[in-house]
């Protein structure tokens, strides 16, 4: 059965498959997180770049990242001291580092290079122009139903309810953009979290969308976020296991060696790129979101979800707001907010979907 169409990278091994990551245009962000490691402060560095409206391309199978905006470039790479600013050497006292599956630059290198070479100014940011959603195929995943009706809140709004409004929203918006979806539930029934994982990695879908609602016995919680699989997910685990179970095929690549032991070393390749690639379509849908609804953006976050452990494809699980927040159980009630927060998703997989290079893989 098919899997994947997916990754923005592409896989071959020697005799199997080349792995070449695509690039990610980011659109500007109001704040940047900070990370405390080994008492030095380290910032993200695709939010930098957010906020100063520079290109960025990243090779995941060689941690290294090229950044460009008006004719200047800076290469680093991760566990270096060592970055190249316009083909010049310059040494940190401090190496560029991997924290949460994302690359992280420290607080001298944001001062001494990234400011000085990418200034603040008034007008950094060039908003992408607006194209088609460049995916064939979306599973979209409402959580809970039938029986099962997730989170409840103070006013009676059940979770189950507002996952199904949106999945069916964002689907009918896909659709129209001429992209496939497949739903894993249509209605209100139970689904069990095995079932929807087969659903996804039969389907030969390029993304997996996880709708939730939130809750939390703190009803002044309110918010919207977005997890992916987390980095203690083993992904050689995850692999063996599934070369275990079924056998592997890319479209246009040859394998010469059908060992289970070099299945499984394929499969890890292609979950460990998932879940960078996960990281950036939730990167993508948070940034979209704080600029079209009126929403506390909590972040993205790694998680041991099931649901997003079995799907073989990039995937995410957002949850679009607290039921048990009473002013959000008051928006989540309203087919309009719906239907905004479907907009949303939509924008954040469009924006997504710009750069990604699609490579078909296969299971049988």
């Known amino acids: 059965m098919k899997t994947n169409k997916y990754l923005k990278t592409f896989f071959t091994c020697a005799t199997l498959l080349i792995l070449i990551s695509g690039c990610a245009t980011v659109p500007p962000a109001s704040t940047i997180p900070a990370y405390s490691i080994n008492g030095l402060t380290y910032y993200p560095l695709i939010s930098l770049c957010e906020l100063r409206g520079v290109d960025m391309q990243y090779d995941t199978l060689i941690s290294t990242a090229y950044l460009n905006k008006d004719a200047k470039r800076l290469n680093l790479r991760a566990g270096d001291t060592l970055v190249l600013v316009n083909d010049s050497p310059m040494h940190l006292s401090s190496p560029i580092d991997i924290y949460q599956g994302t690359i992280v630059v420290p607080r001298q290198f944001k001062e001494q290079v990234f400011d000085i070479l990418f200034p603040q100014s008034v007008s950094t940011y060039r908003q992408p122009i607006r194209g088609k959603v460049k995916l064939s195929k979306v599973v979209i995943d409402a959580g809970h139903g039938g029986n099962d009706p997730g989170a409840i809140g103070k006013n009676g709004l059940r979770e189950k309810d507002v996952n199904l409004d949106i999945a069916r929203k964002l689907s009918d918006l896909l659709r129209a953009e001429g992209v496939r979806t497949v739903l894993t539930r249509s ?88 879940r960078a690639e996960s990281i950036e379509l939730a990167h993508s849908l948070c940034k979209v979101m704080d600029s079209s609804v009126d929403a506390n953006i909590l972040g993205i976050k790694g998680a041991r979800f099931q649901v997003l452990k079995g799907v073989r494809t990039p995937g995410v699980l957002i949850e679009v707001g607290f039921v048990s927040n009473l002013n959000e159980e008051k928006l989540l009630r309203t087919s309009a907010y719906r239907q905004k927060l479907a907009e949303g998703i939509l924008e954040g997989l469009r924006n997504y979907s710009q750069n990604m290079a699609l490579v078909e893989v296969s299971a049988r």
């Not at 389907?203 to 992916?228: M, P, Q, T």
């Not at 056998?247 to 460990?272: C, G, P």
């Open 187 to 274: 209605n209100d029934r139970f689904i069990p979290l095995s079932t929807r994982v087969s659903i996804a990695n039969k389907s030969g879908a390029d993304l997996f969308v996880s709708i939730h609602s939130n809750a939390n016995r703190s009803r002044s919680l309110c918010g919207f976020e977005v997890y992916y699989v987390a980095p203690s997910v083993s992904d050689s685990k995850r692999a063996y296991m599934t070369a275990k179970s079924s056998s592997l095929n890319l479209k246009n690549a040859v394998i010469t060696n059908s060992s289970q032991d070099l299945q499984a070393i394929i499969w890890d390749m292609i979950y460990t790129n998932s």
